[in-house]
């Protein structure tokens, strides 16, 4: 897989874990541990990304 391919990817699931954080901040049976859950993972494929576009 090249560097782009797998930037669109980490893209494609950082929008998904945006629509999943909105759709879950909506939703008052979600506790907040899944919130935070979502925020982890969301902040970790952006670290990610950053590490790959800084690095090629």
Same mark, same amino acid.
């Given at each position: 897989?090249?560097?782009?391919?797998? !930037? =669109?990817?980490?893209?494609?699931?950082?929008?998904?874990?945006?629509?999943? !954080?909105?759709?879950?901040?909506?939703?008052?049976?979600?506790? @907040?541990? =899944?919130?935070a @859950? !979502?925020?982890r993972?969301?902040?970790?494929?952006? @670290? =990610?990304? =950053?590490?790959?576009?800084?690095?090629?």
């Open positions: 897989m090249t560097i782009e391919a797998h !930037l =669109e990817s980490l893209e494609k699931k950082h929008v998904a874990l945006e629509r999943e !954080l909105h759709s879950a901040l909506a939703s008052p049976s979600v506790n @907040d541990q =899944e919130i @859950d !979502l925020k993972r969301k902040l970790r494929l952006k @670290d =990610e990304m =950053e590490r790959l576009k800084t690095r090629y």
